[in-house]
């Protein structure tokens, strides 16, 4: 998809690791490219699983600041009414949850909230797919905390 993308005439496509929770650096990003950035992907994830009552405030705070916190500091970076769209890639743990995962679980179903009251915003949820490494993961604890996710899930190759 990417060359695809990058082939397209008018379109300058690119794909840059940045700090997008500072607000300094999504300015340094999105600054240049005003007032011609069209859209937004938001696919920023942080992990810290762990059983609720073992999770730090930090790590809570660290995981919620990777999905709510990086669409607040685009807020404040541009003026996100300008953008065609803002399309915030999701998590069925939000929806199901997953044991070890209320944090991720958390900054899921908030950033799909507020990506709902954008205009031009959605979320996209991700089934599973059944043949990747993380669900081909047997015979382990991640076997027996993904298996409420099967019958939402498919296969890599359709």
């Excluded at 397209?8 to 999504?26: H, K, N, Q, W, Y």
């Excluded at 340094?28 to 810290?48: D, E, K, M, R, Y």
């Excluded at 070890?100 to 954008?118: I, K, M, P, V, W």
């Amino acid at each position: 998809m990417y060359r695809y993308l990058k082939s397209l005439p008018g379109i300058d496509f690119r794909l840059e690791a940045v700090d997008a929770t500072s607000l300094m650096a999504m300015k340094n990003l999105c600054g240049p490219l005003q007032p011609n950035l069209g859209g937004c992907f938001i696919l920023s994830a942080v992990l810290a699983d762990h059983v609720f009552q073992h999770l730090s405030q930090e790590e809570f705070e660290k995981v919620y600041a990777s999905k709510s916190g990086v669409l607040r500091t685009l807020q404040e970076a541009i003026d996100i009414s300008s953008l065609d769209f803002v399309i915030a890639f999701s998590s069925i743990s939000g929806l199901f949850g997953t044991q070890g995962q209320t944090n991720y679980a958390a900054a899921n179903t908030a950033l799909d909230e507020e990506t709902s009251r954008l205009a031009d915003g959605f979320s996209f949820i991700c089934p599973g797919i059944l043949d990747s490494t993380l669900m081909l993961a047997s015979e382990s604890v991640t076997e027996k905390n993904l298996d409420h996710f099967i019958e939402w899930s498919m296969s890599a190759e359709g």
